[in-house]
């Protein structure tokens, strides 16, 4: 029986269809042609965050290889780790830049495709490795010096705005209880703000100090030394909501506390 000849126009199309939805899916998992990313990490080395305690060392060491995993993705991306204390601006003690390259596959073949796909696999899991062993050995460093008597967390805008210049994704990290404590500033340890509204206005008033900053809207994370049992006075709601406010005057859309 002769089929007809709107059949074989269909499966045409169909064939068609299919191939360009294949080279979108191959397209859309590729990072080659992303913006490279900028991760900030800003380690508390002050008196009040000890990492040698297990709950805050397993935390703190499953947060950097997941951020590591995230962000470490291809040639040009970029991490460093700053330590907060009271030289913070000075802090920087690790600054790596990702050299795997990850290849185009838009109409690669499926031979050719897996090929790519495992050269890039073994490289960037070297990479990867190497920046979470150095980045461990930076979380568990004693600060002994007399700059751990200040967390000068206030110091680390700057250098997120240094960062924002390049044009890449930023994303920042705060491994920290987010007790600012300057002499010669805001001392949570002593006074933190009294509720919500205290916090809020004091937020204002800092960020206008900074509005000349151009942080260009990077992705902030709280990650806190706490666990979820811990006190109010502790763990205390009203500081971190200060730092949320602090950064939304800045034009920081995307906080979070973890």
């Given at each position: ?49 000890d990492v040698s305690k297990p709950f805050v060392a397993q935390k703190y060491q499953q947060a950097l290889n997941s951020i590591i995993e995230e962000n470490v993705r291809k040639s040009g991306d ?181």
């Amino acid at each position: 029986m002769k089929k007809p000849a709107n059949f074989f126009l269909i499966a045409l199309i169909i064939v068609f269809l299919a191939s360009c939805g294949e080279k979108k899916t191959q397209k859309t998992e590729n990072t080659a042609n992303s913006p490279a990313i900028h991760t900030l990490v800003f380690i508390d080395k002050t008196a009040s965050v000890d990492v040698s305690k297990p709950f805050v060392a397993q935390k703190y060491q499953q947060a950097l290889n997941s951020i590591i995993e995230e962000n470490v993705r291809k040639s040009g991306d970029k991490f460093e780790i700053y330590y907060i204390h009271e030289n913070t601006a000075k802090g920087r003690c690790l600054s790596l830049t990702c050299r795997t390259e990850m290849e185009d596959t838009e109409g690669v073949n499926a031979t050719d495709l897996e090929a790519i796909k495992t050269n890039y696999d073994l490289s960037i899991r070297k990479e990867r490795s190497f920046v979470s062993k150095q980045a461990l050995a930076r979380l568990n460093a004693e600060n002994t010096s007399e700059s751990n008597r200040e967390t000068n967390i206030l110091a680390s805008l700057p250098v997120i705005a240094k960062a924002s210049e390049s044009g890449a994704i930023v994303k920042v990290y705060y491994l920290s209880d987010m007790v600012e404590s300057v002499k010669s500033g805001r001392d949570f340890q002593i006074k933190p703000p009294k509720d919500n509204s205290e916090a809020e206005s004091w937020a204002k008033a800092d960020a206008d100090k900074y509005k000349d900053l151009a942080l260009n809207g990077p992705d902030i994370s709280m990650i806190l030394p706490f666990e979820a049992t811990s006190s109010i006075k502790e763990n205390n709601p009203t500081i971190t909501y200060y730092w949320t406010k602090l950064f939304e005057n800045l034009g920081v859309m995307s906080v979070q506390e973890m």
